[in-house]
């Protein structure tokens, strides 16, 4: 997406938050996969308001004053939430969607009283020492659906984490094509070095949930 983009190369998808405000985050019209919100970053960015995260009511707030990197980020949608909810987040994607980042974190910014985010480049499988010390959360959704990215995914997984890095990983479960292969693939690599648990749907949002779209925690073997 050039720098010059203009207001008509995008539109506009909200998405509510429990405390009745909402995300506007624009996606444009042309463009390849990071360009659009996919229903898994819907549904992990209402998965990080559920009770157990955040809570106001009882003084819950998992998020406040926690480091979070977005990996793949697109248009940014789950890191904005994450920030909303008072983390310090830093949203990653390649150079060509910082543009679209950068939107859509000014269109947000109202929104963010105590946290806060930024945008950065990261290729997967390269340096990370901008993103040390190790963040308490790293999180991505529908990251894996592409054959040559797997290793260098798993392998900047691997150097962002330290030993109390939680990943969130939010996908789609796709039946057709390579897609089952390249999951298989991915958490094959994945279980060398991480443990991974399945949060069942009654943990998630009860209105932003599928039967098809899996939520994971994932931590380093000790």
Known sequence: MAADAKEGDYFVREIEKNDGFSLKVKQCYLGDVGCVVWDAAIVLAKYLETKQ?????????????????????????VGLMAATLGADVTVTDLEDLQ??????????????????????????????????????????ADCIYY??????????????????????CCYEQRTEGVNPKVENQFFELLQRNFNCEEIPSEKQDPEFSSPDIHILHIRRKA
């Open 53 to 77: 995260f955040y809570d106001p009511s009882s003084g819950v707030n998992v998020w406040a004053g926690r480091t979070v990197v977005e990996l793949g980020a697109g248009t940014g949608v």
């Open 99 to 140: 543009t679209l980042l950068r939107l859509n974190i000014q269109e947000n910014q109202a929104l963010i009283k105590s946290g806060s985010v930024t945008a950065k480049v990261l290729k997967w499988g390269e340096d990370v020492s901008d993103f040390q010390p190790p963040p308490h959360y790293v999180l991505m």
């Open 147 to 168: 054959e040559q990215s797997i290793v260098p995914l798993v392998e900047s997984l691997k150097l962002l984490s330290g030993p109390e890095t939680c990943i969130i």
